[in-house]
């Protein structure tokens, strides 16, 4: 048993270097027939659903809504909703974890049509609501994601006409807010219309959704192609499609961008969805889109002109992804300011160059490029964890103004409009 039990963990150990997902301990084949537990399942019609469980050495196993579900003592412990235990008003665990036993078991288990009842060893009584721990079971968040989206190449984006809302009913009703919110969610960029063409109103918008993110650029920024900055932005180069602040180790949420002034031509902005680009790369190669989640990366902004002087170096691999359910949710993607490759051996190296290549392709393919000429009175919201932006070069003066936000805090809003997010 003993030897049995140690390889076990060694093989969770070795899935844990290796980086990979870790899944609950399934009962074992030989495990059963060492408990002195009851291994017979308990049966309990529910609200016409069927509920059985099954008291087991090391997990307490649930069916419950069409779910089977393994959950560990100390969890059960530990996520206990009564008055001493969590304060629901403030909704704060009151419980000291640390002072649970490692190795708690309830003494006692009963179940009615809705409720589960554990009496713990000191007479403490936890209920769960079934359908709460459906909710929040491992097994029932593995097959959810948090950010329903939808993907886009050039047509898809089209075809869905999505609306721009206007600046009035932004700023002035929940309905208008609400709707600029769905749509940014869902494809990761958003007009509003109608704004006057001011640095200032484009600040009152900003800040109807989120705080500001102020960042080396200042708080609300404004720049032309003067080279005031030690980046090819402030130029009027053209600028393939990527991501910004890639070398934060958060890089920014969302982006805003307000044309207020072009009289010249080009300067068109380019928009490409990263995720739809990953997805294929999913679909093509999955191995690649694994490395590309893996191989951590450097991204630096080494500035040093005028009276700016910056350093600063972001780490993180391309792709992020939630490893409970593998949904991307952040891309890094700026071949500008990718700094040196050197926290991975050069056969992986070689391995993360051909997949960064199959990325590239995806986001270079023509039918995913979504062009726009921005314009004074339009304001473009774009997530920048998602979306691409590049832009045409361009002649004579053009002038663009915007900010950076806090994702946290657009999230929030989102959520608080009752937007899942
Ligand atoms: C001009 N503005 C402040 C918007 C951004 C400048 C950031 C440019 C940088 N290369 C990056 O991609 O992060
Ligand atoms: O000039 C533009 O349209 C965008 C430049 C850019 O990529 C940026 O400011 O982040
Ligand atoms: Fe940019």
New binding site residues.
């Given amino acids: 048993m003993w030897y049995h039990r140690l390889s076990h963990l060694q093989s969770r150990l070795q899935d844990l270097l290796k980086g990979g997902v870790i899944y609950p301990a399934l009962p074992q084949p030989n495990f059963k027939s060492l408990l002195p537990l009851a291994v017979h399942w308990h049966h309990t019609v529910s609200k016409s659903l069927t509920c059985a469980w099954q008291q087991h050495e090391d997990h307490f196993e649930l069916k419950y809504a069409n779910t089977v579900m393994r959950f560990d003592y100390v969890w059960l412990r530990d996520h206990c909703r009564s008055a001493s235990c969590y304060n629901s008003k403030t909704h704060q665990r009151s419980l000291d974890t640390a002072s649970v036993d490692l190795c708690i078991k309830p003494k006692n288990i009963r179940l009615d049509e809705t409720t589960l009842f554990f009496t713990w060893p000191d007479g403490h009584v936890t209920k769960y609501d079934l359908n709460w721990l459906v909710k929040n079971s491992y097994e029932g968040q593995k097959q959810k994601v948090i950010q329903p989206r939808i993907l886009w190449n050039a047509e898809i984006y089209q075809q869905a006409q999505v609306p721009y809302v206007d600046c009035q009913s932004f700023l002035e009703t929940n309905e208008g807010l609400k709707k600029f919110l769905q749509n940014f969610l869902l494809y990761g960029i958003a007009f509003v219309e109608n704004v006057p063409p001011t640095q200032e109103h484009t600040e009152k918008l900003a800040e109807r959704i989120s705080l500001i993110r102020e960042t080396i650029y200042g708080r609300m920024w404004y ?1 032309t192609s003067d080279f005031s900055r030690g980046d090819t ?1 402030y130029t009027k180069l053209a ?1 393939d499609r ?1 991501t ?1 602040t890639t070398y934060f180790q958060e890089p920014c949420g969302i ?1 805003v ?1 307000h044309c207020l002034k072009h009289e010249g031509t080009g ?1 068109r ?1 380019l928009l490409v969805d990263g995720f739809y680009a990953a997805e294929q790369v999913l679909q093509k190669a999955p191995e690649e889109f694994e490395l590309l989640s893996k191989v951590p990366l450097k991204h630096e902004y080494i500035e040093d002109v005028g009276e700016c002087h910056n350093h600063m170096i972001g780490v993180g691999p391309v792709l992020n992804i939630y490893p409970w359910n593998k949904e991307l949710y952040l891309i890094r993607y700026n071949n500008y300011d990718r700094a040196v490759i050197n926290t991975v051996p050069y056969d992986v190296v070689h391995r993360w160059y051909t997949a960064h290549r199959t990325l590239t392709i995806e986001l270079r393919r023509p039918e995913n490029e979504f062009w726009v000429k ?1 314009k004074p009175g339009r304001v473009l919201f774009i997530d920048n964890w998602r979306v691409l ?3 045409e070069c361009f002649t004579g003066y053009r002038q ?1 103004c915007g900010c950076y936000l806090t994702r946290d805090d657009v999230l929030n809003t989102a959520r608080l409009l009752g937007l899942q997010a």
């Fill in positions: 720049f932005a600028l990527h910004d982006q961008f300067g902005t921005l932006h590049g832009r663009l």
